[in-house]
């Protein structure tokens, strides 16, 4: 049976900035993590998808390989206040640990153990 696990934070978005950026990396040493993305504001009443790029190229869906992390671009120029970033996975147990920089509350970085 396979089993669907949502991870999901809040990030604050920067006033001057059309760009959010999200770190993920995956701290399994054996599997690839294949997952969704998705952001939206958290003041959408229809949460619609917010784009979200990896050089430059679309990426809702995704994979890691073993030991990798990638970075995140999302699209937040018409968005105000917050932004919702999930990640959902359809495989095993696995737990995502969220982790906000203190010095910068506007970098995130996701471990996907």
């Given amino acids: 049976m396979t089993k669907t696990n949502v991870?999901?934070?809040m990030i604050s978005t920067e006033e001057d900035s059309d760009n959010l950026y999200v770190k993920v990396k995956n701290?399994?040493?054996?599997?690839s993590r294949q997952?969704?993305?998705n952001a939206?504001?958290?003041n959408s009443p229809t949460?619609?998808?917010?784009?979200v790029y990896v050089d430059n190229q679309p990426a809702h869906i995704d994979t890691l390989d073993p030991d990798a992390e990638k970075v995140y671009r999302i699209d937040v120029s018409n968005v105000k206040g917050q932004v919702i970033f999930e990640i959902i996975q359809k495989m095993g147990s696995?737990?995502?640990k969220v982790s906000k920089n203190s010095k910068n509350p506007f970098s995130v970085e996701l471990h996907i153990k």
Avoid: A, D, V, W
Avoid at 47 to 51: A, D, G, M, T, W
């Fill in 7 to 9: 991870s999901r934070c």
């Fill in 40 to 42: 939206y504001s958290k």
């Fill in 35 to 37: 997952f969704t993305i």
């Fill in 94 to 96: 696995s737990s995502i």
């Fill in 47 to 51: 949460k619609e998808l917010l784009p």
């Fill in 27 to 31: 701290k399994n040493q054996e599997l």
